[in-house]
């Protein structure tokens, strides 16, 4: 048995802070602890030092109430952000330019033009920025990635991902300005980023965005479809709602040889047949709130970011093709802004 010191870096587990200890960071944290000959924890952060340390206190890891604390730390190599949306573009510039990896929740920035400086600092200095498009994660995702080519060629796609919040889930959700965007920057970035993934290297040459309030909890839209066109004469279409307690999630890929489609985000088909199903316990009550288990994507998506760190093959979205999913999402804000804002999102909703 070779001496810690003596083994190649690849083989020894990264030091990572996490930085925000609030509702997602239990599914990072337990994937932390899920891998720990790749990753070790060696702090965990917030604002709210009581938070850092129920966050820590399993892991063994130092309660910290800062970033800079963190990125003080020699044994930090990587941070992995999750604080809210407005902090994510400071907190990644702040840790690239101390040279530590990023793995940044969704969306890496509130901006594309901030992302793309992201982008470009993180490539300057030879660091790994990645986006959390957990989503990505699954085999249902990797199999139609894997095998792109057997389906033939793709005309359109569609992805309906509506759920039920029913209000703020944190605070900062009710603060957010309508010309931030609610549901287009929290949760548009992981449907877009399955249609981007499908689509390659092609951004929209056309982005046709509707969005609305319906509850009063917040000021920003909480339901939206957006329509695009992409090089080839291909079109995808997204529908998401935060609106909907029959939770619905469902992608369908229309190809010239038949259908793909993704039920509940696990169940995988091909003109009907059942390619793909997940582990039994994952899929408890699809339908509901919370009916579906969601560590396997952060453990998953976290052995790709370390495979990213080490310089192996991964599955991540990284850099500037992060960035180009902020890009789009500018695009469709400002869309949906055009569209719809004086009639269907800034007046209060009906009572
Ligand atoms: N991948 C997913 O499926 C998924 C799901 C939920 C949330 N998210 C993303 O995760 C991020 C966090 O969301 P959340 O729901 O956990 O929010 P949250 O408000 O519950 O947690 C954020 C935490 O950050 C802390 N914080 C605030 N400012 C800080 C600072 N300057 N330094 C350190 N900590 C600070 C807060 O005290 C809080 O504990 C968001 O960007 C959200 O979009 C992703």
Redesign the pocket.
């Known amino acids: 048995m070779p001496e810690l010191t003596t083994l190649p870096s690849s083989l020894l587990p990264i030091g990572i802070a996490v ?7 239990g599914a990072h944290l337990a994937a932390v602890a899920a891998l720990p000959k790749q990753v070790r924890l060696v702090a965990a ?4 030092l009581a ?1 850092a340390r129920v966050a820590a206190k399993p892991l063994g890891a130092l309660a910290l109430s ?2 800079e604390e963190a990125l003080a730390l020699p044994e930090v190599e990587a941070v992995l952000i ?4 407005a ?2 573009a400071q ?1 990644c510039l702040a840790a690239l330019r101390a040279g530590r990896h990023v793995l940044v ?3 890496v920035a509130e901006t594309g033009e901030q992302a793309a400086g992201l982008a470009r600092e993180a490539e300057a200095r030879g660091l790994v920025l990645a986006a ?1 498009h ?2 990505r994660h699954n085999a249902a995702v990797r199999h139609i990635v894997d095998n792109r080519e057997r389906f033939g060629r793709l005309r359109s796609l569609e992805v309906s991902s509506c759920v039920k919040w029913d209000g703020p ?4 959700w009710a603060e957010r300005k309508p010309e931030e965007g609610l549901i287009l920057s ?1 949760f548009a970035p ?1 449907a877009l980023d399955f249609v981007q993934l499908v689509m390659g290297d092609d951004d929209p040459v056309r982005v046709h965005a509707e969005a609305a309030r319906h509850q009063p909890g917040w000021q920003g839209e909480d339901e939206a479809m957006i329509l695009m066109a992409y090089p080839g004469r291909r079109m995808a279409s997204v529908h998401i709602s935060y609106n909907q307690p029959s939770v619905l999630d469902r992608k369908v890929l229309h190809f010239d040889k038949g259908v793909l489609e993704i039920e509940h985000g696990e169940i995988l088909s091909w003109n009907g047949e059942v390619l793909i199903t997940p582990p039994e316990g994952v899929l408890v009550d699809p339908r509901a709130m919370g009916g579906r288990t969601l560590g396997h994507y952060f453990s998953d998506q976290l052995a790709e970011f370390v495979r990213a760190v080490h310089g192996q093959p991964h599955r991540c979205p990284t850099g500037h093709d992060a960035a180009r999913l902020i890009a789009l999402i500018d695009r469709v804000k400002a869309s949906a802004r055009t569209n719809s804002a004086a009639d269907a999102i800034d007046p209060p909703p009906p009572a």
């Open positions: 930085i925000g200890c609030g509702r997602i960071s952060v917030d604002a709210d938070a800062s970033l999750a604080t809210p949306n902090l994510h907190q929740e969704k969306p959390g957990t989503f889930q944190a605070p900062w929290l992981h």
